[in-house]
């Protein structure tokens, strides 16, 4: 029983750390209302809020349980279409807010290139989750 209940409380314990963590993010980073202001839908930060709220959610859901869709492999373009849309508008936020890329240009010393440097990255990027895609995972047994 006591062994349960240390689980319990280190598992609600973890939860609130990278709960807090993730608001932390998205509120001191303004991260969602960066989003809408370069995507120009200022209108619609609730849903965007929301989204949040709901994926968090369902991601922490899905994640608890060993949830298994069935979905023909026809789905899978469009939902990792999705998925890195999410990501790379997330990124673009991200470093929009903290204007990553021209101090790290300045630091490595290639102010006049960072256009390449950006394109390399996203090149890179491609390149990698298309090898990771086509080698690692076989979704066509």
Known sequence: M??????VFVGFAGGLAVGTGFVAFLVVLGVIPRLTQLTKTMKRIHAYEWGAVFGALVGGWVSLRHSVFHLSNYWLAPIGLLHGIFVGMLAA??????????????????????????????????????????????HFR
Do not use: C, Q
């Open 93 to 138: 936020a991200l470093t929009e807010v903290l204007n990553v890329w021209p101090i790290l240009a300045k630091r490595i010393g290639v102010d006049e290139r960072i256009v390449a440097l950006l394109m390399a990255i996203a090149f890179g990027k491609v390149a990698g989750s298309l090898f990771h895609w086509l080698y690692f995972v076989d």
């Open 2 to 7: 006591l062994d349960v209940l240390l689980v």
